[in-house]
């Protein structure tokens, strides 16, 4: 693997470490990363989150007050992910709780019966409900779209003719065409939960903290840079998080085994997240919206139960089709572009097959879930390639189409899958250069045998909460000595390293290790290695956790 070193000064000095490695990440508002400010001041300049969407707000909260002024049906439609249950709960709480109106119905999509977004037949499932149904014609029930609605142009017109109002919040890339929706709050600074959030604190006008967990929570598992209004609603919502009085939350930390424990973007993006993805993917999205917005500790636990069990079968379900797609496609060479498809994969699993094989291969990968009449695929992509922008130059041969630079799905007609493929293989021979398919790790700098690592912890701490655009600083440590190798996990596909730096034993995890580093790893060989800290307590004691990224071993000496 390429390593991109960032800082070339190989540091002997700790004091120069946060300044380098904010120099790293383009920070230039350095007091506001440091000590990030009550996210709510945000809203002091809407334009500046929203641009020309900044009117929504306020659009939106009139149409909420109207519909309590009519007494007519307010529905939530949300998506079934994190961040679409999270923003669901964010809004529902603010109308049902706050606002005190009772006439406001979640809606969360069955994944196979109505498909993915909003949807015609999600429209017609919402009309049909008891709530809707009897509604006085005169009273136009009010949908509101939450994580979806942007893209879906027709999908809006249909509710609009069966009488609804419609209200769009939402984050993903802009179409060329809008829906006529009667109002509509977007931004792709903020995911869905983070927007519901600051429309719930600009109604409430202060910072809606009983639901600042919710908004990180779904920030962190939506994978949003952390920096700028992220970064402070992740900062301050993981205390939250940690101390938290949600019900649903506790009893998630509870059956992940971290209950007590300091929460942090690990604990939420590895596993509380997949847990209420889970029921998404393969179940009801529903019942993830039920836990996080119960009171009842004794129903949140059983929920919560029942979400582990899901989340067991989506590991094993997820393990059996990416082992198929793998089988596929890893004799297939000088490709630009992976795609696999068949009938057996399941499309609430597509794309965590689709980040395994980027993950594996290093290149962009398209998994379709193949049925009969329309089949539904999962994109991931690699760095550099807006992989959105890449499927819209194929929409005709597509039905719909969204998403993000680096993640999009898409649906279309099954016999037109094999004219998909050479058509999208012969764009990524012309669109995607061959430098971009090259594996790297960037490393923030080289540090010298005169800096401990329980210094480089001490500094690296003040810059979290890490994820995207603020990630865990990577290190590189050259020539250290090898005292020790240990194969570990069920598979025995994982390394300890243990290695001698600055006088003292280390211990390194490496995971995922490939057979010809397992060669090299021997007892006094040297070791270059890219590594990340963080900090372990066990029995009360404080101890440095390195992961390592990457490594050399450069033999015995």
Known sequence: MKWVIKSKEKVKDVSKLEEILLENRDVTDIPNFLNPPDPFTFLQDEKSIFGKFSKGLMETKE????????????????????????????????????????????????????????????????????????????????????????TAVDEINYAKKEGFTVAIVDHHELPKKLPKADAILHTTDLCSGGISYMFSSFVKGKSDERNLDLAAFATIADLQPLLGINRSIVKYGLEFLTNSKREGINALKKVSGIEGKKIGTYEVGWMLAPRVNASGRIALGIESLRLLCTKN????????????????????????IFSLADEEVKNITGK??????????????????????VQKYFKPAIVIAKKEGISKASVRSVPGLDITEFLRKMEGILESVGGHKMAAGFSIRSENIDKFIKKAE???????????????????????????????????TILEPFGLGNPSPVFAVRGAEVLETKLFGKENNHLNISFLFMGKRYLAKLFGVKKEVLEKATQGSKIDIAFTVSKNIFNGNEYVNLIAKDTNFVGNP
């Open 297 to 320: 500790a004794s129903q949140a636990l059983d929920i919560a139960r029942k979400l582990n069990e899901i989340n067991t079968e989506r590991q094993s379900a997820t393990e059996e």
């Open 426 to 460: 012969k764009l990524a021979d012309k669109e995607i250069s061959k430098d971009l398919l090259v594996p790297f790790i960037e490393v923030d700098l080289e540090v010298g045998f005169e800096i401990s690592l329980e210094s480089i912890l001490s500094e690296v």
């Open 63 to 150: 149409l909420i007050n109207n519909a309590i002024r009519d007494d007519s049906p307010i529905i939530l439609h949300g998506d079934y992910d994190v961040d679409g249950i999270s923003a669901t709960a964010i809004l529902w709480d603010l109308i049902y709780n706050h606002l005190g109106y009772k006439n406001c119905l979640p809606f969360i999509p069955d994944r196979f019966e109505h498909g993915y977004g909003l949807t015609e037949k999600s429209v017609r499932a919402i009309r049909d409900t008891r709530g809707v149904r009897n509604v006085e014609e005169e009273k136009n029930p009010l949908l509101i779209t939450l994580d979806c609605g942007i």
């Open 336 to 357: 630009n572009l992976i795609i696999s498809y068949g009938e057996g994969y399941h499309e609430g699993i597509i794309g965590l097959v689709a980040q395994r094989l």
